[in-house]
């Protein structure tokens, strides 16, 4: 091998050297710059008194007897059990005389006869003044928090059938109008305590689906024949205290902590070359979700007080795309 191949091959191994050296020099500068902005802006977060992390989540310390949660916890006891005899009876009927020939409602008089404990505490929870609920047990019990919060939205979904499918039916069928608004008016009130909770998931479920099912039961309810100007005050008085987009905006920044614990855990497991990508990506999902709280909360200051768009939820799903 001649001299100047030697030469040649010698700088190009420099020059490999030097890229490398180069790179790993801006690399470790970059992971400690995003780092330090990351550290930036969960000092302001924090300022804001927002949560970041599942930590900084305080749950209000009230009395129990004046604690909304304290009731639905005792009710969710047999939730799913009348939930599965209230769908069985309906499932049977059709089954035994096909879809075509409606379901008599009055054939769940025994179910809510054997389980009328479950109405009257989820009516107390509904008039609770307070709710708070801390789900650390829960997820404790769970051993996973994604299983825990799946557990509570279905426990809350199958109240809201209850409450304005099954029950208004059956009130319906027995001729009580005024009694099948109220228990829509029992589960409003429930959702704007279910809103408290955090994440996007229980606002897709709760302010959306739920609230939604409870617009389905008062449609069916006030349309079935004439409801005392006492009962249609109690419902307008209660869907003046509605307003999805503030619970839009609660649910953007709940939903922060747990999405910034999944960057955390991917920076964790995975290795130093990693740092720097994931840094800038959870900079970008915290850019993201600014951006998504500040058309918000500009949006809350442009709309009426109490207007319909604040209580109903397809004007607000525009704001999650």
Aim: overall charge positive; glycine content about 4%.
């Amino acid at each position: 091998m001649s001299k100047t191949t030697v030469i040649v091959l010698a700088l190009i191994g420099i020059g490999i050297v030097g890229l490398m050296a180069a790179y790993l020099l801006h690399y470790t500068v970059d992971a400690r710059r995003s780092g330090a902005e990351l550290e930036r802006r969960y000092a302001e977060i924090r300022a804001k008194g927002e949560p970041v992390s599942a930590d900084d989540f305080h749950y209000k310390k009230v009395d129990p007897e004046k604690n909304a949660e304290t009731y639905i916890r005792r009710a969710k006891v047999e939730i799913e059990k009348i939930h599965t005899k209230l769908h069985s009876l309906e499932e049977r009927f059709h089954e035994e005389h096909g879809y075509d020939k409606d379901f008599d409602y009055k054939n769940y008089d025994s179910a809510f006869a054997t389980h009328s404990k479950i109405i009257q505490l989820l009516e107390k929870a509904a008039k609770c003044p307070e709710y708070s609920s801390d789900f650390s047990k829960a997820v404790a019990n769970a051993k996973d928090l994604h299983i825990m919060k799946v557990k509570h939205l279905e426990d809350n979904h199958f109240i809201a059938k209850i409450l304005c499918r099954y029950r208004v039916q059956h009130l319906l069928a027995k001729g009580k109008r005024d009694e099948a608004v109220q228990s829509c008016v029992t589960l409003l009130r429930l959702i704007r305590k279910f809103e408290n909770d955090p994440t996007l998931l229980n606002y897709t479920e709760i302010a959306c689906n739920c609230r939604a099912g409870a617009s389905i039961g008062l449609h069916e309810a006030l349309q079935s024949g004439q409801v005392s100007y006492a009962v249609r005050q109690e419902l307008a008085d209660e869907l003046a205290k509605h307003n999805i987009r503030k619970t839009f905006l609660q649910a953007l920044k709940s939903e922060r902590p747990f999405e910034l614990a999944a960057f955390d855990y991917l920076r964790r497991e995975g290795n130093w070359f990693s740092q720097a990508a994931i840094n800038r990506q959870t900079l970008d999902y915290l850019n993201v979700t600014e951006s998504r709280i500040a058309r918000v909360t500009a949006s809350l200051s442009n709309k009426a007080k109490n207007s319909y768009s604040n209580y109903f939820p397809i004007f607000t799903l525009g704001f999650m795309v």
